[in-house]
């Protein structure tokens, strides 16, 4: 595809982007009055406009009912946590009981490995990425201990090969396939925070099942960004987060999957909370858990209203629009900004800017991590002076997303000429 650097190109693409005017429903940061050049939706999206109204009707049902506003008004608060498993299920390509909304994401995970990953002494390991986001390093760190295994042992990190920025599929499947007899989980991000790639989690899947292991992914970077199958692909767990690209609000509420093959087994190992119980007899308050059938049975506590409001508001939104047409844009518009940095490389060869994300769309979703070696974080704050959000890691990356729902062409072409005024400025 041939694009072009300028700004009038890209407002051009906004005007033929049928998905454009869903920028209007959200709120952007200002800066000197003008609203800001967002690209960090991969860490907290935007809030969407009818989050207000969403948590106005539980305040009024709570002002109006009090106690009763578990029975009473729009969404009686008894049965709330319900109004997610139809939407979540679509975006995540499950059945509405392979999925729930509850906790935080790093209590989910806990509590899906106290099912899913139970070592043996012979089959003890798991497969991560090397690298991983780090409170997944800890949890997973953690609950191999908490087993009486050995970290160092039992955790083997999957790595680029040396002077490669990602990992080849063909590594990670080879990987499993050495390590299988002895591995008991192996459990990735959909697509790793840091560099962007997404993973092929259908053949990941496939490989860990011949292995037999068990297979679960952390979509924190993947729901809401790109598509997904996890019934279809067969994946064992997962669980993501709410606040990144679904734009729910600090803190959100996260998202679990369990595959239907495993929805009845009242034998897998859990940590159990009332409100797994089986909601027939939930309230008789007897000993002797039984979980409900499928991922609601592996909920603890009832449902945080107010929470959960603005991740409601953000699902519907995502319902509306869809999760193809929305990856038809990502295409899109990462592909126009990819192309941008091309053009960015090419002009300044000696500045070293280089993209450490796959090139091939297949494996990435919307975010570009971009290596400036050297004036890095001076780029990165000339970036911040004029009003363009991006994300900054130790030593050398700036991460942007420009994400489908808000971000637009234009967006991504500010984007390029901050980039280029800034390496100008620098050099
Ligand atoms: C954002 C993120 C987290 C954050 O976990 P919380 O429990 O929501 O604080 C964990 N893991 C990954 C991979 C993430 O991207």
Redesign the pocket.
């Given at each position: 595809m041939s694009h072009a650097t300028t700004l009038a190109y890209a407002r051009e693409r906004d005007a033929a982007d049928a998905l454009s005017h869903y920028r209007q429903q959200f709120h952007f940061p200002k800066h000197n009055d003008a609203p800001v050049r967002y690209f960090t939706g991969n860490?907290l999206g935007l809030m969407p406009r009818a989050v207000r109204a969403y948590l106005e009707t539980e305040l009024k049902s709570w002002e109006t009912y009090g106690v009763e506003g578990h029975f009473e008004g729009p969404h009686p608060w008894m049965h709330y946590h319900k109004l997610f498993n139809e939407k979540a299920a679509r975006l995540v390509g499950a059945l509405p009981l392979e999925v729930v909304v509850m906790n935080?994401?790093?209590?989910?995970?806990h509590l899906l490995m106290v099912s899913f990953y139970r070592p043996t002494s012979g089959r003890f390991k798991i497969i991560m990425e090397g690298g991983?986001?780090?409170?997944?390093q800890y949890a997973i760190e953690s609950q191999v201990r908490f087993h009486g295994f050995r970290p160092e042992e039992a955790i083997v990190e999957l790595v680029p090969r040396t002077g490669e920025t990602h990992l080849r599929h063909e590594d990670i499947i080879a990987t499993i396939a050495a390590e299988g007899p002895q591995t008991a989980l192996v459990l990735l991000?959909g697509v790793n925070?840091y560099t962007g790639q997404l993973f092929n989690m259908a053949d990941i899947t496939r490989a860990g099942h011949a292995a037999g292991a068990v297979v679960g992914f952390?979509l924190?970077?993947a729901a809401g960004n790109v598509p997904l199958q996890l019934h279809d692909w067969n994946v064992d767990f997962a669980c993501w987060?709410s606040?990144?690209y679904l734009n729910s609000g600090p803190?959100g509420p996260?998202g679990i999957f369990v595959h239907e093959r495993h929805a009845q087994n009242a034998e897998l190992p859990r940590f159990a909370g009332w409100w797994g119980h089986d909601e027939g007899e939930r309230f008789k308050m007897k000993k002797g858990f039984k979980p409900m059938p499928g991922a609601a049975g592996w909920q603890l506590s009832n449902a945080q209203v107010m929470a959960m409001a603005p991740h409601l508001a953000s699902l519907d939104i995502f319902d509306e629009v869809g999760m193809p047409a929305l990856r038809a844009k990502s295409e899109e518009l990462t592909g126009y900004l990819s192309w941008l940095l091309d053009e960015l490389q090419a002009e300044f060869p000696q500045s070293g800017l280089h993209v450490i994300t796959p090139k091939n769309p297949n494996e990435r979703g919307c975010q570009q991590s971009i290596v400036v070696p050297k004036i890095g974080r001076k780029v990165f704050e000339y970036l911040s002076a004029n009003g363009v959000i991006a994300d900054w890691r130790e030593p050398d990356v700036i991460r942007v997303a420009p994400v489908p729902l808000y971000n637009s062409f234009e967006d991504v072409q500010q984007l390029y000429e901050m980039l280029r005024a800034a390496i100008i400025q620098n050099s």
């Open positions: 860490s935080t994401l790093t209590t989910n995970l991983a986001f780090p409170s997944d991000g925070y952390d924190a970077h987060c606040y990144k803190g996260s």
